[in-house]
């Protein structure tokens, strides 16, 4: 049972140039979703798929987009990068379950072992 | 989101059990207590959730109060390759808030 996969391991990029990073989920599961980890801090949110649309978003720029294949796995793009987009980008996967606001049933994601970003 | 208060840090003997304890006195709701883990440079690795009864799997148990306010992560019999960042979450799971955590270091 293959677990989350995410390519490329490492990226170096300059100030201004985009980025793809690449995530497959975890066998079963259907929908993705993006962390940012700068060095010394927890993950934070970046957004989440489900059904090749943006399911909720954190609080980043529209520098940050993504997309979901019919196949489940889904991209993470930045434009325009700047010194402060280095970091770990992680990718989880999940099964959908409760729905966004409404109290109901647990939504456990699995992490994949991140990309990590340069800057330069 | 609720907010979780975890300590810094934390030291536990080699063999021996390792509390982990978790504040989130605004819990509300269904709202689940997760528990993650983070080894140096890999992605958190889920550990256990649970909502009102206390739970156990094959890494970990955990225990919530009864009002729900707090919670204890136990590992009970914890070994070097323990040590790692231990993060607990409050939310139903689909967008989790992570804080700082607490460093757990496992010392022979």
């Known amino acids: 049972d293959a677990g989350v996969t995410q390519s490329p391991t490492h990226l170096i990029k300059t100030r201004g140039q985009q980025v793809t990073l690449r995530c497959s989920p975890k066998?079963?599961?259907?929908?993705v979703s993006w962390y940012q980890q700068a060095l010394g801090q927890g993950p934070q949110f970046i957004f989440q798929?489900?059904?090749?649309?943006?399911?909720q978003r954190g609080n980043f720029p529209d520098r940050f987009s993504g997309h979901q294949f019919p196949n489940y796995s889904s991209e993470l793009n930045v434009n325009a990068l700047l010194l402060g987009d280095s970091a770990l980008y992680l990718c989880?996967?999940?099964?959908?379950?409760?729905?966004?606001?409404?109290?109901?049933?647990?939504?456990?994601?699995?992490f994949g072992p991140g990309t990590r970003l340069t800057v330069l | 989101d609720a907010k979780t208060t975890q300590p810094t840090s934390m030291d536990c003997a080699e063999g021996r059990a390792a509390n982990l304890p978790c504040n989130h006195s605004?819990?509300?709701?269904?709202?689940?207590v997760y528990w993650y883990r983070q080894i140096h440079s890999q992605g958190p690795q889920y550990i256990i959730h649970?909502?009102?009864n206390n739970e156990t799997n094959e890494m970990a148990s955990l225990i919530i109060t009864e009002d729900r306010k707090s919670s204890t992560l136990i590992l009970p019999h914890a070994t070097l390759r323990d040590t790692a960042v231990y993060y607990c979450?409050?939310?139903?799971?689909?967008?989790?808030?992570f804080g700082a955590g607490t460093i757990l270091r496992v010392k022979s």
């Open positions: 979450i409050v939310g139903y799971g689909n967008k989790l808030v």
């Open positions: 605004t819990i509300s709701g269904n709202e689940y």
């Open positions: 066998s079963g599961h259907d929908t």
């Open positions: 798929y489900y059904e090749e649309e943006e399911r």
């Open positions: 649970g909502l009102k």
């Open positions: 989880a996967s999940s099964l959908l379950g409760a729905p966004i606001y409404a109290g109901g049933l647990a939504d456990t994601q699995y």
